[in-house]
């Protein structure tokens, strides 16, 4: 194609234009491939390229590289040895990130912090153990032996039991250094129901386990998990909120502005606080809604209240999720009176409770001192 291409038209051109286009010289071929091209070749096909002499013309369509070559190599080398002193710090310091970090020594409270953290270890120790005893099976039993004196108990069925919420109720030491753990942990029982689904009841049971511990930290138990009654419920005191609130009244209102604001962000709490309160809204809103139930007060309410009057309250209320579920709630806060408008001065964590005597008190008696005590301390 080159060929007819340069032809000359036998019509126009004559003898001598022709004699002179055999002595022009011919004219050296376009070069197929630039030098960033072959370069882009050699690197990605490995192949070597001839390599001419030096002193020695380059002839028409070839192209030497390997000077190049050479330098992309040692280019090459140079970037791995800058890798490879730049990853050994990288690789140390993964190392000792691998390597396990151990906990800072615990800092124990109270008067006596080896009881403080012997009380914990062996809270610990009961709960766990507890936990696996009661979800073990015949198979898997034998793995219990190293928690126990004795491991010869025998009995496990081949279902094991569906428990929940395992916690330490108390672990008491006793004269002979012998520590009673009290574990609570919910317990599932099916009832079968003909024509009906499954009936599914839980409920709290409470188990004794006695544990000795040594100097070393070691803890083993002495016998077997025992099931124990619940213990007897304890006796409160009275509340103080004898008045009932309107709950149309100024301080109803108030205490439901209050809650939303607190719970659920609706609103701004420290226009409801007293100035100075430190009491600030729950991160990320609880709740979709609360609603006021039932509010009770120590006092009377007043219909217009005076700067400086103060009330002791415990409100009732029910927060809602987005989802729909109710929680139940309780608050009781210390209220003050400014300008006018009822505010919260702090959020009591104890309720008011009667003191025993306050039934039996004169109404002319005068009130307690600051210190709680009326006249001379009674001797026991």
């Known amino acids: 194609m080159l060929g007819l291409l340069n032809k000359k038209n036998p019509e126009v051109d004559d003898g001598a234009d022709s004699a002179e286009e055999q002595l022009r010289p011919r004219q050296p071929r376009k070069k197929l491939f630039s030098l ?35 330098q992309w190599i040692r280019k090459v080398i140079g970037y791995g040895a800058i890798a490879a ?21 615990a800092v124990e409270s109270g008067t006596n912090a080896g009881d403080l953290t012997a009380h ?3 809270g610990a120790f009961g709960s766990m153990v507890v936990s696996k005893w009661l979800t073990s099976t015949r198979a898997d039993s034998e793995a219990l032996d190293k928690y126990f004196v004795d491991s010869s108990t025998n009995g496990f069925e081949t279902t094991p039991m569906e428990i929940t919420r395992p916690s330490v109720v108390s672990a008491t030491k006793d004269a002979n250094g012998l520590w009673s753990v009290v574990i609570a942990v919910d317990t ?17 049971r409470h188990f004794e386990l006695p544990v000795r511990l040594d100097a070393n930290g070691g803890a083993v138990a002495q016998r077997a998990p025992a099931m124990i009654p619940l213990p007897d419920s304890a006796e409160g005191k009275t509340f103080a909120y004898g008045e009932d609130v309107s709950p149309t009244g100024a301080i109803a209102a108030m205490s439901d502005e209050f809650l939303n604001a607190l719970l659920v962000g609706k609103g701004d709490v420290s226009r409801l606080t007293t100035p100075g309160s430190d009491i600030t809204a729950v991160e990320s809103a609880a709740f979709a809604s609360v609603t006021v139930s039932k509010v009770q007060a120590t006092q009377p309410e007043a219909e217009e209240p ?8 415990l409100v009732t209320a029910v927060g809602k999720t987005a989802s729909g579920e109710g929680i139940p709630l309780q608050y009781s806060m210390s209220i003050h009176s400014r300008d006018g408008r009822w505010e919260v001065k702090s959020l009591s964590q104890s309720p008011a409770l009667e003191s025993p005597d306050a039934s039996t008190a004169s109404p002319t008696e005068p009130p307690p001192s ?6 001379p301390t009674p001797t026991n």
């Open 188 to 204: 599932k029982s099916t009832e079968k129901v003909k024509g009906k689904d499954d009936k599914t009841t839980w409920t709290t």
């Open 120 to 122: 914990d270890r062996a």
């Open 85 to 105: 002193v730049a990853c050994g710090p990288i690789a140390l310091v993964q190392e000792s990130q691998d390597e396990p970090v151990q906990p800072p020594p």
């Open 306 to 313: 005076t700067a400086g009057d103060a009330n002791e309250i």
């Open 370 to 375: 600051p210190s709680g005590s009326v006249g």
């Open 36 to 70: 960033p091209q072959l370069d882009s070749l050699a690197a990605r096909f490995g192949k070597k390229k001839p390599v001419a002499d030096e002193d020695h013309e380059q002839s028409v369509g070839r192209v030497m590289v390997s000077t190049q070559h050479n």
